[in-house]
């Protein structure tokens, strides 16, 4: 694999998008449809569209968590996000989107790391916007309608600064963080995260802070149980790590739940904050629409005459691919393929659909968002919660 192939948590190049080939090589599982089967046999509904779609496709031993599920034996959830800007991106949505799912339908408590002690070392932030954005960002994650009793958040640098109550709801976070630390040569995690001689001495170190969360005995507030990761596929390298060294804390390897990523507008790439015209969470309905209506790339024919004629490709058009992650009604869904693939629809009508689909989302969104005041922040971050 050259450098420009591969995929580390800081690097998605789009020549390494081929999904099956990353699965081979990072060594995970497909989800098939026996695991969506078993998925809502034991939930007892349908199964996420995100995964009936093939949009979340990944896992490690994800047929673990349910077995131990069925046996009544407990798991918790764990996510993050790495503040970089003011605003998510509708692509950061989609391991959220899961999460809420996951959360629902287990009803099992949520870590929440912000990462940004990350976004402080990887990209150039000073501290003071890293935390400004870490704060917005916690808004929107709250967003998504997690349940505070159930749900804990906490920064990386907020951690380390001020302990609230003199309880971080953190196991002597900076004792194990040594512990790990210890445990990984420069030579493993270069191999894992692609470092060099030009690294700074706080990236090294930073993935030792991404993994601890996956140990239950990390929280103080955890009992003995096992953790599923849900993100998209480019954290797996953590992940990864996290399991080899699980024994070390008398913990289980964590198992993990993988999206692929929602294209950027142009489909070059996964969608993110340095690619051109990203849409954020706090984009205006008619930024989004212009946006849509001015750069999604698209699947139809470069004339009418020939459109209506041999019909578009849904694969390569970007308003469809949207549509697939965030139209939840399957028989539209199909109904919307079957007229652009026969040509019936033209672009510009799916590309209409798509700006109200996501003009929708946006709209609920911003209207949870605003009912968000500090008491309810303060809830997700306190430490007094005891899962299990
Ligand atoms: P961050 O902030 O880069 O991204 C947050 C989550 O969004 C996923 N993601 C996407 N998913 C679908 N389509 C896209 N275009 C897309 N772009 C990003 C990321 O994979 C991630 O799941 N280091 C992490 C923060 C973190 C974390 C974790 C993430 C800390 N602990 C545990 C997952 C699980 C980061 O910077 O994510």
């Not at 949009?55 to 994800?62: I, Q």
Request: glycine share 6%; charged share 30%.
């Amino acid at each position: 694999m050259t450098e420009k192939d591969k995929v580390t948590p800081w690097n998605v190049s789009e020549t390494a998008l081929n999904y099956d080939k990353l699965i081979m090589e990072f060594g995970c599982k497909k989800i098939d449809d026996n695991l969506i089967e078993r998925i809502e046999k034991v939930t007892g509904k349908p199964a996420h569209h995100l995964i009936r779609r093939g949009l979340v496709f990944a896992h490690r031993d994800l047929d673990q968590i349910l077995d131990r599920f069925e046996k009544n034996e407990p798991f918790y959830l764990y996510t993050g996000r790495g503040p970089s800007t003011k605003s998510l991106h509708i692509g950061h949505v989609i391991p959220f989107l899961l999460s809420k799912y996951l959360q629902d339908m287990f009803d099992v408590p949520l870590v929440i790391q912000i990462t940004d002690d990350e976004k402080f070392l990887f990209k150039n932030l000073d501290i003071e916007s890293t935390k400004n954005f870490a704060i917005e960002n916690v808004k929107d994650i709250i967003a998504f309608g997690f349940n505070p009793e159930k749900t804990f958040i906490f920064s990386n640098i907020d951690v380390f600064d001020k302990p609230k109550n003199g309880d971080t709801g953190l196991n002597n976070f900076f004792q194990r963080e040594l512990m790990l630390s210890k445990e990984i040569s420069f030579n493993e995690g270069s191999k894992i995260f692609g470092f060099d001689l030009n690294s700074n001495l706080g990236q090294i170190t930073f993935p030792v802070r991404q993994i601890l969360p996956c140990y239950f005995n990390t929280f103080n507030f955890l009992k003995k149980c096992i953790c599923l990761v849900p993100a998209a596929l480019d954290q797996d390298p953590y992940f990864r790590l996290a399991r080899d060294k699980s024994k070390y804390f008398g913990c289980d390897k964590p198992a993990c739940i993988y999206s692929g990523f929602l294209p950027s507008l142009r489909n070059l790439g996964k969608m993110s904050n340095s690619a051109s015209h990203t849409i954020f969470l706090d984009d205006s309905l008619e930024e989004v629409a212009t946006k849509i209506h001015k750069y999604a790339f698209s699947g139809g024919k470069d004339t009418l005459a020939e459109h209506r004629e041999f019909g578009g490709d849904t694969d390569k058009d970007t308003a469809f691919q949207y549509l697939r992650y965030f139209l939840e009604d399957d028989t539209e869904l199909k109904t919307i393929e079957m007229a652009y693939r026969s040509g019936k629809m033209t672009s510009k009508e799916m590309k209409q659909r798509c700006v109200e689909e996501i003009q929708a989302f946006i709209e609920e969104f911003k209207k949870r968002r605003a009912s968000i005041n500090q008491e309810i922040i303060d809830g997700f971050f306190s430490c007094n919660k005891r899962f299990y």
